[in-house]
């Protein structure tokens, strides 16, 4: 390490405080000048403020204590003339702050605007691909970078355990848009020629069949690539020609013929334990790891579960009076409770929206949760899950009597 002894705005620099963020009883060490040429002066001050050690060392000592602290847990808090943060580094925020405004072809809404949630997004061609609009939908707060990402053409990957909305998201601005939406499935039998095309022969003829992506792109529908960490190889390799807004696709198999993406084109995937879900690949048998490369032509979001207000809320917009808004904040408690314990690994099998939606479809009709978590959530789980999760339906609803 080279020490400056003169110009402390110089990194790395030696002088401010160390403390043990863990242990406070281990006192703090002050690093300052010394009027020494070359020195430096080291004092320790104990808990209780009293100062037991102040000394003058040169710059190997210096090193040699600063390696020592370093091992036992110390880290810097910087004092004096250090904690001086260079000028740019504090007015970085307020700079960013002053620029940032809203694009104006996001902002502006006008007659080909629809108002999505909070955002004003341009609306499609119709047809009949539209996905049917749920009412119940609940657009939250966590959606608006998405939306203003897909305004903007941007490719977007959405993560995030089964069932915490991340299909629907997408369907639902598309319905409210009047956008078309084509959906493949990565996990099954999408082939190549599924997903590029390919040629057959029809009447006698050989002709060529579109396959989803030439035809969204030439269409121009929304393409949701789900579950695309089980897409194969060869697939991936044709995804990530088109990640780039306005990559075009080269169909090899049609001697080199060049799709242009039509402008209202837009590219989505989904996927379960990639990136930052990586930790739960265990969870989701047969995904493949994404590379880094793949993984940086995406706006990456992390779609987690609903609030338990914003569940509660959706369980009423679902099913309308048949469900209080009481019963609707025990529903959701559960389905909260149920995801701690599968934080705390207490539980094997996540608590889907989709879940507790189908849950309570069922109890509005056999009017027993127990009864109606039969075919809704025991049956699909191991039962030491079934036990817990029965468990925890219970402390929350008593029983009638
Ligand atoms: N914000 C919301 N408002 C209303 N319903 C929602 C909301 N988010 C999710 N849901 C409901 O939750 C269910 C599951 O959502 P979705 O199918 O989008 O999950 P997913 O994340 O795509 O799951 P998977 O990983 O299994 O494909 C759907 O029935 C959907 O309508
Ligand atoms: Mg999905």
Redo the contacts with the bound molecule.
Sequence with gaps: MNLPADNPHQDPSPFGLYHHPADASAGEWNVSRSERPHMYRIQHRRANGETHIDTVVDLDNLEAKLHKWRREGFIRRESGMAKKKPAHRTSFISDLRATFAPKPEIANSSANMALVGRVPMPRGAGGPLVPPV?P?????AR?DNVLLDIAENRRIL?I??????????I??VAARTNQGVLRSNMNGQTTVGDFVGFWTVKGGETIWVDGVLPTAMREGLWLIV??VDFAEPAILAVLTAVLEPGGRLLLKERGNEIVAPHPSFRLFA?A?AVGSMGQYRHLYQGANLMNEAFLDRWRVYH?DY?SRE?EAQ?LQ??FGPRVTAAMAETLASIAAACREAFAREDLASAF???RL?DWTDLMLRTGDPETAAGPTIYSKISADDATLIRSIIQHHIAPEG
Excluded at 136 to 140: C, S
């Design positions: 749920n119940a939908y609940l657009f939250a959606s959405l995030g355990h089964t069932g915490t909305g991340k299909t629907s998201l369907e639902q789900d579950e989904t379960n779609i609903l914003d959706v917009r679902t889907s929206t989709r939606l």
